[in-house]
């Protein structure tokens, strides 16, 4: 179940990413084909990349592709248990930050919009609350299995986001 | 007192195995406890520092990057650089150096380089022959250098950080003669480290070989023209350059070299999605843990401690040098911008360094970091893609570090490396 979620998050962050190229792509194209530059394409894309960066920042909890350094987890060997859990419990607490002060934020900010795109600016802030609540999700499941996840920095491998090649890819 | 909660937070977390991001963000928080500043403080740090325009640019320099690596761009930069210096003593260590440089010209990130070259050149290397440990070490020292040669994301970075609009452009002509400069300094030290180990040489396969290479790498090679020249002469922004160097690469993958299909464009964006939020995520917390310290005013305080020991801009540098190198080992090198450049950039500017230059001092710095245990991202990678474990790499990786550092020395204490270009295409 927390796989596929954090599966699907991938999927809609590289498709956020292809939008975003389209649209800068378009904003180029508008200013010297059509002479025109379209005012809404920086704040668009912007917007986009906050969502995308927070849905994928949320996944790579679940994955384990956020660096980190894990000498003493190695060191620890089978014995690392108790500690992956404090690990998952920081994170966890972090998700929860996200989604209480995000809402705040959306709140404070509701009747205001984005200059050029018309929308109220708690967009620009709700994907916080969201990915907070993604992140407690993820987090708390690693806790209660006390699994390693797939992919820490240490002797043997690397985050998995670093490599292109399939062949070290976790 | 707050110092200690926010650094020994920081410390605590890091040593537990918190994710670097994490960290940042739980020792902002612990700190803004302690001064008694709200939470959502922080929250609205991180989401500032992820809203920049010119951030935008990291995630299509990321994608470019593994793009060209899927679309066989830097296998045939390698058979340029092949043909041109293979020949020598410990020729393909000297290929790699080369190919390294011309992957920094298109690609702007160190981590796309050294598995990008790395994943075709380590294999390349053991087969003919050679130490893995010296193919690896090789590699990754290389792919600092990309760092330094435009484009690159880190650079980006440093502009955002500075807070005072350093140009992006400025930056990019800036790092040219520094990053062709080290990388000839690295070949240097591979072709003696070669001669030390008796590595054996290639053959030379004639100019017409040469510059058949040439011609086949050509559209790859002609990816870094349009940035450049695209932010140079005002006609793209520095986000708009790396969309379009992600659209050229595309063009290019599908339609000259027909080596890139639906599956590994897809492939590519997942990739570089995972890639651009790990490193945007930590910007942005690194922005709240960057907030704290300004708040407890330890730029002043530090400046003023630095000034108290000498205003001798000589040995400004060479304090600020060491500190970032002693940070650089266990700190990866976005969050370490985003936080010392507000430290130091001050204190540099305040002993007449101009901050063009000090981003380029500040970009080989921490890019040696990157290459030093116990946290170097790049050397993590160069292991992994060459399946050679770090305590072979730390072994015989000396010769390098120290080639490095003497860049370093260079770049630092002769500015105009950095600066004579920058006067020349200044607009």
Not at chain 1, 146 to 156: K, Q, R
Not at chain 2, 395 to 422: D, N, Q
Request: proline letters at 5%.
């Amino acid at each position: 179940m927390a796989r596929r979620m954090s599966d699907w998050l991938i999927r809609l962050g590289a498709a956020g990413l292809v939008v975003m190229m389209l649209v800068i792509g378009w904003q180029v194209f508008g200013r010297f084909v059509l002479d025109s530059s379209p005012s809404w394409t920086e704040q668009a894309s912007l917007l986009l990349m906050i969502w995308y960066v927070m849905f994928a920042a949320a996944a790579g909890v679940n994955e384990g592709f956020h660096i980190r350094i894990s000498l003493l987890e190695d060191r620890l060997g089978a014995r690392a248990r108790p500690l992956r859990r404090i690990v998952a419990a920081v994170v966890a607490l972090m998700g929860l930050v996200f989604v209480i002060y995000g809402t705040q934020l959306c709140w404070g900010v509701r009747a205001n919009a984005i200059p050029s795109l018309g929308v109220s600016r708690a967009l620009a802030y709700l994907p916080l609350p969201i990915s907070g609540l993604l992140m407690i999700w993820f987090a708390l499941q690693r806790m209660w299995s006390g699994v390693a996840d797939g992919s820490d920095i240490g002797e043997s491998d690397i985050g998995a986001g670093d490599v292109p090649g399939p062949e070290v890819q976790a | 007192m707050e110092l200690l909660v926010l650094f020994g937070g920081l410390f605590l977390l890091l040593a537990l195995g918190v994710p670097v991001g994490f960290a940042l963000l739980g020792a902002s928080l612990a700190c803004f406890a302690v001064i008694g500043i709200p939470p959502v403080v922080a929250v609205q740090r991180v989401a500032a520092g992820i809203s920049v325009f010119t951030l935008m640019a990291i995630p299509f320099f990321i994608f470019a990057g593994d793009l060209m690596y899927r679309a066989g761009i830097a296998e045939r930069l390698v058979r340029v650089a092949d043909a041109a210096v293979g020949r020598v003593r410990g020729g393909l260590g000297l290929v790699d150096v080369g190919a390294s440089m011309m992957f920094g010209a298109v690609s702007g990130s160190a981590i796309a380089s050294a598995s990008a070259i790395g994943s075709t050149m380590v294999p390349l290397m053991k087969e003919k022959g050679y130490p893995g440990d010296f193919a690896v070490n090789v590699t990754v020292t290389a792919a600092i250098v990309g760092l330094l040669i435009p484009p690159s994301h880190n650079m980006i970075i440093y502009s955002a950080a500075s807070g005072m609009g350093v140009s992006i452009g400025d930056l990019f002509v800036a790092g040219i003669i520094p990053g062709l400069l080290t990388g000839f300094m690295l070949m240097g030290t591979t072709w003696a480290v070669a001669r030390k180990r008796d590595l054996p040489r290639g053959i030379f396969p004639g100019w017409g070989a040469f510059l058949r290479a040439l011609i086949y790498a050509i559209p790859g090679l002609f990816t870094a023209v349009i940035i450049m020249g695209g932010i140079l002469s005002g006609i793209f922004t520095a986000t708009e350059s790396s969309a379009i160097a992600v659209i050229y690469t595309i063009l290019i993958g599908v339609l000259v070299y027909r080596s890139l299909g639906w599956t590994a464009f897809w492939e590519a964006a997942q990739k570089s999605v995972r890639t651009a939020a790990m490193v945007l995520f930590i910007i942005a917390t690194a922005t709240a843990f960057g907030f704290a310290l300004a708040l407890l005013e330890v730029p002043t305080q530090l400046a003023a401690l630095i000034g108290f020991i000498t205003d001798n801009p000589i040995f400004t540098l060479l304090i600020i040098n060491v500190m970032l190198l002693a940070l650089g080992t266990f700190m990866d090198m976005a969050p370490l911008i985003v936080i010392t450049t507000p430290i130091f950039l001050p204190v540099a500017i305040g002993v007449g360094v101009d901050p063009v230059h000090f981003g380029i001092i500040m970009m080989l710095n921490l890019g040696i970091g990157l290459v030093t245990p116990p946290v170097g991202s790049v050397l993590f990678v160069g292991s992994a893609v060459g399946q050679v474990p770090l305590s072979a790499l730390i072994r015989t990786i000396w010769p390098f570090y120290l080639t490095l550092v003497a860049a370093l020395m260079l770049i630092t204490y002769i500015p105009s490396l950095s600066l004579g270009l920058v006067g020349y295409f200044a607009s």
